[in-house]
């Protein structure tokens, strides 16, 4: 027994208590997460910064059996599973099993919803909004969706075909990525365009903005190479 304060208190009450708060401690332990949040970091630089996350949440799968991805890492190297496909314009735009496009008609769609299939569809909106702008601005979405539909509709001028030669992300997060799309022109010069994709009712669509996104003449060495 241990007298305190004119109290007799029982020496088994002590070790009660220590134990109570050892068990809390240990509670505290377990519960505290670990690794960090689970945020999808952007990617950028001359490595292409590319900032690896791994999305363990669920991420909702693509339309037409698209599917989705537990790998939300962006690339930094090129695919290897990319067969590359010409059209009937000549322009030659990159397929994936797994990526996309599953879909062909009226326009290349049905992209898997990772950063792989992010890749892939903006791609293809580069080649898309030049080969058959009819049929691919009705997808477009974004605050200029309207502008640029009309805006690409009235310019009837035949586009160039270019050769797709690379690519850098920008950055990346399940609902929304920005790939800088690397183009050889004819001349043999570089230009790149930045393709805003959004994940919007089950598949990656342009997002247009306020602003057009400008062509930039560029250095090829800042970017992965990928090309036909």
Not at 50 to 66: D, E, F, I, P, Y
Not at 90 to 107: L, R
Not at 163 to 174: D, I, K
Request: proline share 6%.
């Amino acid at each position: 027994m241990e007298n305190k304060g004119g109290v007799t208190i029982p020496r088994w009450a002590f070790g009660l208590a220590a134990a109570v708060v050892a068990l809390l401690v240990v509670l505290v332990i377990v519960l505290i997460p670990r690794g960090g949040d689970n945020s999808n970091t952007s990617a950028s630089g001359g490595s292409n910064g590319a900032a690896q996350s791994k999305a363990t949440s669920t991420v909702a799968a693509g339309t037409c059996g698209a599917g989705t991805s537990d790998d939300q890492a962006v690339l930094d190297a090129a695919p290897k599973d990319t067969t590359w496909v010409t059209t009937d314009a000549g322009w030659t735009g990159p397929v994936s099993k797994t990526a996309g496009p599953k879909a062909n008609s009226p326009i290349r769609n049905c992209f898997e919803h990772s950063a792989e299939g992010a890749l892939y569809a903006a791609v293809w909106a580069t080649i898309e909004i030049n080969e058959a702008p009819e049929a691919y601005v009705q997808t477009v979405v974004g605050p200029g969706a309207d502008a640029f539909r009309e805006s690409r509709l009235k310019d009837t001028k035949t586009r160039t075909v270019v050769h797709v030669a690379g690519y850098r992300y920008v950055s990346y997060t399940p609902e929304r990525a920005t790939v800088r799309v690397l183009m050889q022109i004819p001349s043999g010069s570089y230009r790149s365009v930045d393709m805003v994709m959004e994940w919007h009712d089950g598949d990656w669509h342009y997002w247009a903005p306020t602003t057009p996104s400008a062509v930039n003449s560029v250095d090829p060495d800042e970017f992965i190479t990928w090309e036909a």
